[in-house]
């Protein structure tokens, strides 16, 4: 990375305040901007750092006002944060790409393999298996029997995917993530023993899905498992079988959703929240971290706590709930004065 | 996979209802029945799919009272739900079956193979490990110094189990699961530096048992963690060192046990639900989603909530949880009430 | 393993109650003590297995008052926890060490391999990864291209760390866990799908880190996400891109971190826990087991419950908690006798 800031105003359409010339071959965040690195101020907690910070040059919003003296050069741009993330892109875009077969590696003769691929060593494509064009699989990732990864997805290292599941394209995964495991059914014999019920369905997952690291969806009893097209997952989130997920929707790590539970699209879900099986979340629910949510919940809607409720009605509840001890006390001194009126009265 | 209803109502016991002849040649769910598939109908709450679905034969209890005109064959047996999973049994034994030894794959000249195995390619068996008869150990599977895996058991790819523990027979370990890492030990020394206490103990896990993706248990400090034989376990849970797990107990995913504790025989666990350490949980306990278990529980008991309550206590609780904000205000109300008639008596 | 009385006692400073040539060939708990073991008691609540335990050497604290009979040989030393972790470490070190390059392994020709190290079969060393003397890494891990591993540290089998981090010296990284994945970075457009943002920063893990199986911890957006010297993690935890973790800290299973957040030193954090993103945690802090922590913490500050509040008042809150239907019905009778008051008034 060599950019000056005449280069980067070219590229983000903005205007410099001070030296075209200035040279950067580093990123940096503002608070830890040292000589030659690029950063940005977006978010108005940080405008205290634009003053003192060594960075070489910021990206700003066009309608900052500058209160003091500042050292960096500066280019405006209408949005700081978005022409900060092009960059990033564009520096992560030159770094070097993998490509092309590592030896030894296991691909099964009956197995496609596309073009451009990258197959890293200890790698296993089983049988049948179809791999995308510009498909990265990385070392010691695991390609079931008929699994099919689309174009342009990455494994990362130690990915597995369990046979006849369907990866679409333009997907990450990150290491250690297992697709189509076993859904977890059993039913209790007469005898107290679990029986095994076959999980015979499959992992769907559509295009432009990320999924974190050590993140488990398992295949469906019968049908699919579905992750619709663009949704992403953090890492270690549980998802049980014959779940949906809708379009987009955003699901923070270590959370998770239990079995035939459907999620709308563009929700948000929060950190180590659960929701369990069998109910149906609406389009742009939001569900705050470590929610306990136990029923459907309509579409828009906010909720919060374990039991998940409305957000409005728990934040009430939770603000009262520090209150108890006091409430307590209350209630005996309230006791103890009727008793008192009642005396009285006699 | 090619029945007639003629076939399933055979192996079944049943009694057809339509066309003996009718063929199916894949399983699906009521609600998402095709032409050629196989469905059931157990639970009376999908009766309503029953008059719409296209699937070609549907298993039904023989109880079943039919409100209205159905065009697929009905074979009315005694569980419908038992029925279609003995069906699910006979196509999933049906489909191929891995054997043999992939390479390239490292198995330790001192290690002992039993007859039938699989071994995929990238497996890796230690010095002195014993592999019985029967065995699948998929690739990418690491199998420790001297441990010991009994007939018929699957490790799917990726499973890590360390040296020294031994694996009952016909298991399943799901990818990414790790057995026998070290308990998690440590002492505060004066200086604040944590001092690690050898883990020197083993996991045993005996026979008929099934573990999740990406579960973790750890080795005993001294001793045995012991998973009794028939326990379920989820995706993603935690079996600290020292712990026992009863007989036919089942966990469901992101739970988590913390060091030396007991949980007895046919237990229930929710997803997400902890357990402190050194406590002892009874036979047949029911422990609810997100519990935080923090006393040992008696046999029987269910509880809920955290921290965790006797599930009965704890409903009532959470119910007038809800009601904290209007609580506040009838208390603030009686106050004033109490005030005014004070002021009145004077 | 093969030791005399008289050589743990000449090891551990020790007081011989009994006899000095008795010969001990493995460990147990006190509870289990078999002939032939050596156990210790540290806690009084153990105190009533030393009366009948068959365990043939005791270690006990020096001051311990003997109550009965007893069969072992007693070793009283000054500290018998330590003591007995001593004689653990000092067998844990007697046991096979791995050495050597095991084949096939990955080894790219720009990597710089120490002295004295273990590489296990299937391993995977990217371009210009630079790994100390004495390191061990098991099977199937993976180091990414330009990552460090300082002398003495460990990666169990199955380890996988991405590009350009850095591992301290003498670290132990338990099975699955996976180092330097993308931190969960993504701006919303206006069309709902979710940009990626690049994370171009990296993970530092400082030296005597040991962290336990299937974690997670995330590469910084830009800059590194820095766990200090001495931390110790327990299994399934997450780690969000750009936290620092304070020295000697630790974290109990399945924890989790959000991004940018900060914990100070010699901190305890108990399972399950969730601290929100871009908050200060203090030295010295206790967090409790399922504690939700929403806020920056002080330091030396114990906080409990989700959302987490300072610990004395949530266990005040959580004993009335479990009177809130008592409490519904005191304040419903109030209001009953107030009406009553009032009537009689009249």
Redesign the interface.
Known sequence: MNFTAKNIADFTNGEIIGNPDEVVHD???IE?GKKGTLAFLANPKYEKYLYNTKASIILVNRELVVNGNIKPTLIRVSNA??AF?SL??L??GSL?DKTGI?Q?C?IDPTAEIGRNVYV???A?IGPKAVIGNNVKI???S?V??GTKINDNTIL???V?I?HNCIIGSNC?I???S?IG??G?G???QDD???????Q?GNVIIED?V?T???V?I?RAT??STIIRK?V?L???I?I?HNVEVG??T?I???A?I?GSTKVG??CMIG??A?L?GHIKVGDKVKIG??S?VTNSIKPGETVLG??A?NAS?QV??????????E??K??TE??R??AL??K??K
Chains 1, 2, 3 share one sequence.
């Open positions: 990123i940096s965040r830890e944060y978005n993330t990033l892109e520096y992560a070097a590592e030894p296991f890293g060593a200890f296993y990385y070392p010691q695991y079931g029997e990362y290292s130690g597995k369990y990450i990150h290491s250690g297992v495991g076993d977890f059993f039913v209790q107290m023993q679990q029986r095994k019920i076959p015979l432009y990320e974190g690291s050590n488990t398992d019968i049908g663009g992403k953090d890492n270690l549980q049980g379009e987009n955003v923070v790590a270590q998770g239990a699209e563009n950190g180590q659960g369990a971290a470590q306990g374990s039991p409720l009605k009430k509840a939770m603000v009262v709930y520090k209150s108890l001890p409430m307590y209350r209630i309230l006791e004065e009727i009126l009642r009285e009265e």
